[in-house]
């Protein structure tokens, strides 16, 4: 996989406009902003899935998610209350060294989260604030849960996309 950088990106995408033959006045803030709106796209149909784990406090409900990269998080697309004193405890295991998950991985999760829902009857219903960043948890944490696991989207990086993505957000 070739490694691409914004610059090659804004250079190629003035050169399909007619760069250098014609003067082409767009700025590259301009091009920025259509790149990143491009990306936003290409993410609602392509996500780049990670997870993350968070040490939890009893009695609290609110925690701030901070992605590693320092990458805004998109959406949260599942959370799972780790609490050793249930029976799907060691079942679950979402590991943070898997990333990108291929798609046998993210069926499996699926599948054993959807397990423990049906078995348990253990619902997590959740609010996530993009603005903020920050995860609300219904309800609160209650005694013995000592983790969670939140399974999010950011916006793919440059570096990361396939030759086919880079392009397509090339041409958009």
């Known amino acids: 996989m070739n ?6 990106l804004m250079n190629n995408i003035l050169s399909y406009l007619g760069s250098p033959v014609v003067n082409i006045e767009i700025t590259e803030t301009q091009l920025q902003f259509a790149i990143d709106e491009a990306k ?7 996500p780049t899935m990670r997870t993350m784990n968070i040490q939890t406090e009893l009695g609290t409900s609110q925690y701030n998610l901070h992605d590693p990269e320092d990458r805004p998080i998109q959406t949260v697309i599942e959370v799972v209350r780790m609490n050793p004193n249930t029976i799907f405890y ?3 295991k979402i590991d943070p060294l898997l990333h990108p998950y291929d798609i046998d991985n ?8 959807d397990m423990r829902r049906k078995f348990l009857n253990m ?4 609010d996530y604030d993009v603005n903020t960043q920050t995860l609300t948890l219904y309800p609160v944490i209650s005694q013995g849960e000592r983790m969670i696991s939140v399974l ?3 916006s793919p990086h440059i570096n990361e996309m396939t030759e086919f993505n880079y392009r397509w957000v090339e041409r958009y």
């Not at 490694?3 to 090659?8: E, R």
């Not at 936003?40 to 392509?46: D, G, I, K």
């Open 3 to 8: 490694k691409h950088t914004t610059k090659d």
């Open 40 to 46: 936003e796209l290409l993410s609602r149909y392509y």
């Open 90 to 92: 060691n079942t679950i």
């Open 106 to 113: 993210f069926i499996e999760i699926t599948q054993l989260i």
């Open 123 to 126: 619902d997590t219903t959740f």
């Open 152 to 154: 999010y989207t950011v």
